[in-house]
Nanobody
Framework: VQLQASGGGLVQAGGSLRLSCAAS????????VGWFRQAQGKQRDFVGV????????RYADSVKGRFAISRDNAKNTVYLQMNSLEPEDTAVYYC??????????????????WGQGTEVTVSS
């Protein structure tokens, strides 16, 4: 599976962005897809994940209620809708795919495939 993240940019605090993660390859629908972010000088953090069939999602506490993940398996694409953005959301955002059990999907080391990252900058 090859992943390509897009949709990043510069936005003012309180604004919104939608990131996309387009996948190529077979059986995309068999992968859980997660979003992670890494701010400059900091470790990579889990943002959220969506299950294979799209029925379940889970989010980091820092984005819960503001971010939402969805997927369109017919288009091999996963979306990260980000609302009420804060300067603390500034980071490079990565999508990644895994077949690991749902309980382990918050940990980046369980992901086999990663996109190249898209940069999000939130100005105050």
């Amino acid at each position: 599976v090859q992943l390509q993240a897009s949709g990043g940019g510069l936005v003012q605090a309180g604004g919104s962005l939608r990131l996309s993660c387009a996948a190529s390859g077979d059986n995309f629908r068999t992968y859980n897809v997660g979003w992670f972010r890494q701010a400059q000088g900091k470790q990579r953090d889990f943002v959220g994940v969506i299950a294979r069939a799209g029925g379940s999602t889970r989010y980091a506490d820092s984005v819960k209620g503001r971010f939402a993940i969805s997927r369109d398996n017919a288009k091999n694409t996963v979306y990260l809708q980000m609302n009420s953005l804060e300067p603390e959301d500034t980071a490079v955002y990565y999508c990644a795919a895994t077949r690991v059990i749902w309980g382990a999907t918050m940990r980046g080391e369980h992901y086999n495939y990663w996109g190249q990252g898209t940069e999000v900058t939130v100005s105050s």
